[in-house]
Structures are given as structure tokens and as C-alpha cells.
């Protein structure tokens, strides 16, 4: 509410450009119109346009998984972010040594 008194509808700018962007190198998306476009047919034109929504249904599949085994925090948060760096369309290099660095803080 407040940021959009601040900034105005430009608070959902983010969104909006995470959700049009294009697949990257170690996306599944990107994978699925690669060299395997001929085991999938109707992925021709790209699964970009998929990806939000399987995010969401993997994440909600994954909350309720870790709620239903009645997971602790750091396992659900783990598993979580497992989901969200699966589906992510933006597979940069980075995102993959998240996991790593939190074996080096301890936690």
C-alpha cells in the first residue's frame, strides 16, 4: 500500500518484466525448446508462456507436501527453494549456488 502510494503503479514493474522475459541457458523452459522440441509437439513456439503457472503449481504442491509431513522450517525453505531454482525460466549460474551458500553460513 505504501509503495503505491510512493511509486505508483510502476511498484508492479518487476512482475510484469520477470513474467515477459524470455527462458535462459540452464532453464528446463529453455531445455523443452531445444534439441527434445521433437519428443513435445506443442512446445514448438516455446514453454515460456508455462512457466508461471507450473511455478506456482510446484510451489503450492511443495507447501503442501511440507505442511502434510509437518516439515521444519529450514527443510521447507530448502525444499522451496529447490522448486523456485527447478522452474525458475531464468537459470543463471548464480541462482544454482543459493543452496550452496547456506551450508557455508551454518545453517
Same mark, same amino acid.
Given at each position: 500500500?505504501?509503495?503505491?502510494? !510512493?511509486?505508483?503503479? +510502476? =511498484?508492479?514493474? #518487476?512482475? !510484469?518484466? +520477470?513474467? =515477459?522475459?524470455e527462458s535462459k541457458l540452464l532453464s528446463v523452459f529453455r531445455f523443452l525448446?531445444?534439441?527434445? =522440441?521433437?519428443?513435445? #509437439?506443442w512446445l514448438k513456439n516455446g514453454a515460456d ?22 516439515? #521444519? #522450517? !529450514? ?8 522448486? =523456485?531454482?527447478?522452474?525458475?525460466? !531464468? ?5 544454482? +549456488? +543459493? ?9
Open positions: 500500500m505504501i509503495s503505491l502510494m !510512493v511509486w505508483g503503479a +510502476s =511498484t508492479f514493474d #518487476p512482475f !510484469v518484466h +520477470s513474467i =515477459t522475459r525448446i531445444g534439441g527434445a =522440441t521433437h519428443f513435445v #509437439p508462456h508455462l512457466s508461471i503457472y507450473a511455478m506456482a503449481m510446484a510451489g503450492g504442491a511443495a507447501f503442501l507436501y511440507a505442511w502434510k509431513r509437518r516439515l #521444519p #522450517p !529450514v527443510s521447507g525453505a530448502f525444499l522451496g527453494l529447490l522448486i =523456485t531454482l527447478a522452474f525458475y525460466k !531464468v537459470g543463471h549460474l548464480q541462482f544454482s +549456488s +543459493s543452496s550452496r551458500s547456506w551450508r557455508d553460513t551454518g545453517i
